[in-house]
């Protein structure tokens, strides 16, 4: 090493005699030199520790680990004690998605997952006894109505998402709509100061992944698309962090039908967010017929049927004060139309339930037309409620159907469904996992007490 250093500063010597360049010049060549060098060098990916992890089911059979963390590498996820490297949904961005969205497709012969040391659960498809509804979670502010979403009184989802946990369900339905945080907390009110607001991270951290932390590796979930996912609202943070297809950046109006095939029990996932509820679109309903041939391929003995907006319903409007029955509105027109044939009533007749949201209370709506299927709605679980039914309903026309009975609760709370008998036990439970009230679903009707 001495002898280079000598040869180096002789050849320095000679090159300053001839250039006249100054002696320090020529010694910090090579220090330049390498600090330059490392400048250019491509900044190292750096890992973080996920902020959450969920397993959700969706199309084709499909069981998938999906996590997110603040860094720009995925996390390993541990398949039956052999790790592996989640792949990228979708890459942070600055500004408004400073996130990477992980995500890998579990094999169904797995036996246990884990991903940063926290085990995952997976879905028994031969014991499923304890489901969980939620829906219709997040905190409503907009122009006309604003909520205290610091305030868990005002604001339950915090609560209801830790009771859920507690329930220990074996499979988590989330009926839809999870942001409503869609304009900036008035400067006056204290009980959203200093809330997050549009289609963006911490809009959907604040609304739903936040509160929910504690549920989300509770068990496997299915994520329905609502009507505030749609393109003009809340699309991105729904195609990135839930929606069970690939990832594409295209905001597509109508997802395609799938279902999720348990062991003698069949969940068929709508995605009725284009639905109109009140006004009929030929070409929508017309899609919606499509989807026959899908949900007919299915023979098990049990079926519920998902979908955000409901396709019979009644509700009262509060700006009306004159005769309660003047209040009542009925929806959805557009998916009534599309299961209109006689073809859709004999399928929707092999259904036990229809499962919803979309209005923000607890209702079980039972018809005359045999083969119809109850109503159920569970759209209570975080946003501003609506007001109880007052008006006499039974007999009251929707679409083609009619009333028969209805169980209205306007309260906030979550769903449970457990098998009883050769049917299935609903109950509505309040923010503290307590029973409200309680129905049994069997063979196309329901009884509540």
């Known amino acids: 090493m001495a002898v280079f250093i000598l040869i180096y500063l002789h050849a320095m010597k000679n090159l300053i005699h001839l250039l006249k360049i100054p002696l320090l010049w020529i010694l910090a060549v090579p220090f330049l030199i390498q600090c330059g060098g490392s400048s250019t060098q491509p900044p190292r990916a750096k890992y973080i520790k996920p902020l959450y992890k969920w397993v959700e089911l969706g199309p084709g059979g499909a069981v998938i680990a999906r996590a997110v963390t603040k860094g720009n590498v995925c996390p390993d996820i541990t398949i039956d004690s052999t790790p592996v490297s989640m792949n990228t949904r979708i890459a942070k961005e600055k500004d408004n998605w400073d996130i990477t969205v992980c995500e890998f497709n579990i094999p169904p012969e797995a036996k246990s997952v884990l991903i940063d040391s926290t085990p995952l659960p997976l879905i028994n498809k031969k014991s499923l006894s304890r489901v969980l509804v939620i829906g219709d979670t997040g905190c409503r502010i907009t122009d006309e109505e604003v909520q205290a979403c610091n305030r868990e009184d005002a604001w339950p989802f915090p609560s209801i998402a830790n009771a859920a946990a507690q329930y220990k369900p074996d499979l988590i339905i989330h009926i839809g709509d999870y942001v409503y945080r869609d304009s900036l907390c008035p400067y006056d009110f204290d009980g959203c100061r200093a809330s997050p607001y549009g289609d963006n991270w911490d809009s959907w951290e604040a609304d739903f992944l936040?509160?929910?932390?504690?549920?989300?590796?509770?068990?496997?979930?299915?994520?329905?698309?609502?009507?505030?996912?749609?393109?003009?609202?809340?699309?991105?943070?729904?195609?990135?962090?839930?929606?069970?297809?690939?990832?594409s950046q295209k905001c597509e109006n109508f997802s395609e039908p799938y279902n999720v095939d348990l062991d003698g029990l069949t969940l068929s996932v709508i995605d009725s967010t284009s639905a109109n509820d009140i006004t009929y679109v030929r070409a929508k309903s017309s899609r919606y017929a499509t989807y026959l041939k899908t949900y007919e391929n299915t023979t098990a003995g049990h079926r519920w049927f998902l979908t955000h907006r409901p396709i019979w319903a009644v509700a009262e409007d509060p700006g009306i004060e004159e005769n309660p029955n003047d209040r009542l509105f009925t929806l959805n027109h557009t998916l009534q139309t599309a299961f209109a044939s006689a073809e859709w009533d004999a399928l929707l007749a092999k259904y036990e339930m229809a499962i919803s949201g979309h209005l923000h209370v607890f209702d079980v709506f039972t018809f005359n037309e045999q083969g119809t299927p109850p109503q159920v709605i569970a759209g209570n679980s975080g946003t501003l409620l609506y007001p109880g039914i007052t008006a006499k309903v039974p007999g009251y026309k929707i679409g083609h159907k009619t009333l028969k009975s209805v169980k209205n609760v306007s309260a906030f709370g979550f769903t449970t469904i457990e098998p009883a008998n050769d049917g299935w036990g609903v109950t509505l439970r309040d923010k503290n996992g307590k029973p409200i009230t309680s129905c049994t679903v069997e063979k196309g009707s329901a009884s509540c007490r």
């Open 210 to 247: 936040s509160p929910a932390k504690a549920l989300l590796p509770a068990a496997p979930w299915i994520f329905l698309r609502g009507d505030r996912e749609n393109c003009v609202l809340n699309h991105q943070g729904w195609f990135r962090l839930l929606d069970p297809f690939p990832y």
